[in-house]
């Protein structure tokens, strides 16, 4: 089985309150600039695709996505 990859979604605008609800296996935390953090692990590329997808049905703006160092 594999390890789950951690990824960072930076998100438009302060938004951390709805991502604690929306997201709760993940952290979030308000960066420089006015972006929300959101990062944690993803079992896999189907699941960081269900937390894209999310992030979008919520209308929020994925600024950047990375992935993470084990």
């Known amino acids: 089985m594999n390890s789950p990859i ?3 979604f930076l998100i438009d605008g ?3 309150d709805h991502m ?3 997201f709760p296996n993940m952290k979030v ?3 420089a600039g006015g ?3 959101l990062h ?3 079992a896999d590329y ?3 695709r269900s937390i894209m997808a999310r992030l979008d049905s919520l209308g929020l703006t994925i ?3 990375r992935k993470l160092p084990d």
Do not use: H, K
């Open 40 to 42: 944690g692990p993803a």
């Open 20 to 22: 604690d609800a929306a």
């Open 63 to 65: 600024a950047e996505l």
């Open 35 to 37: 972006y929300t953090s």
């Open 14 to 16: 302060d938004v951390s």
């Open 6 to 8: 951690r990824y960072q």
């Open 46 to 48: 189907i699941a960081m």
């Open 29 to 31: 935390a308000s960066t």
